[in-house]
């Protein structure tokens, strides 16, 4: 099936510092999506990306669809204790056969902030 | 409610043992999934709903699971004769958009089956 090699696996970070992770794909993916979960929660959405080449931003959250629609990445800007999670990259395949609805997620980036 | 929101939280379950998983999505969602997580891994897709129609279930591991939502609100997720493998986080998902898109996740039931 297909697969996302989401980079990197963890992140140790001191307050205040940006992250970047991202995530890739051997095939196109219509739809990129990055979630944020946290321990014994639910992913939760934070940004939602579906044309190339397209950034958006969500407070200090920037993400990118690339343009090959092949890869994504999220920036996280002066990053704060409460950023602490595990980050995933989902997308949506474009030849899926009609199963548009499925996401494929990634394996997660543990991010650590300390304080 | 305002979220989806899945029952037990938690559920330990005797090797052989039937489960049964609940879930109510946000209100007049039309679409409903369930995801698998197991532990260091992002949620694998299960199944999918549209209203009451149950329109993949081509991620289910085996004929021991299944799932249901008869009137096109709350879904059930049964696993028969539990085995240790089937231990996870099993995750809802409702959306509003026919071809799926944003998801909103439950927090899930955490399953150990000893």
């Known amino acids: 099936g297909q697969q996302l090699n989401q980079s990197p696996q963890s992140m140790f970070i001191q307050e205040g510092e940006d992250v970047s992770m991202n995530c890739t794909s051997s095939?196109?993916?219509?739809?990129w999506l990055w979630y944020k979960q946290d321990p014994g929660e639910g992913p939760v959405l934070l940004i939602a990306?579906?044309?190339?080449?397209e950034l958006t931003s969500n407070g200090r959250l920037t993400a990118q669809f690339g343009i090959t629609r092949k890869d994504s990445f999220l920036n996280i800007s002066a990053s704060i204790p409460s950023d602490v999670g595990i980050y995933f990259c989902?997308?949506?395949?474009?030849?899926?056969?009609?199963?548009?609805?499925?996401?494929?997620f990634g394996k997660g980036t543990l991010l650590t902030v300390n304080p | 409610g305002a979220g989806v929101s899945q029952s037990p939280r938690y559920k330990v379950a005797k090797r052989g043992q039937d489960v049964a998983l609940r879930c109510d999505p946000i209100?007049?969602?039309?679409?409903l999934f369930w995801y698998q997580q197991a532990l260091g891994q992002g949620p694998e897709f299960l199944t999918y709903?549209?209203?009451?129609?149950?329109?993949?279930k081509s991620g289910l591991p085996s004929d021991r699971f299944f799932a249901e939502r008869p009137e096109g609100s709350v879904s059930t997720l049964k696993i028969q004769r539990t085995q240790q493998e089937d231990s996870a986080v099993y995750l809802c998902?409702?959306?509003?958009?026919?071809?799926?898109?944003?998801?909103?996740f439950g927090s899930g039931t955490q399953l150990s089956v000893l």
């Open positions: 998902a409702s959306s509003s958009n026919r071809a799926g898109g944003k998801l909103f």
């Open positions: 095939s196109i993916f219509n739809t």
């Open positions: 990306l579906y044309k190339a080449g």
């Open positions: 989902a997308g949506q395949p474009m030849n899926s056969g009609g199963s548009n609805y499925k996401l494929t």
């Open positions: 209100s007049g969602h039309v679409s």
């Open positions: 709903f549209q209203n009451e129609a149950q329109l993949d």
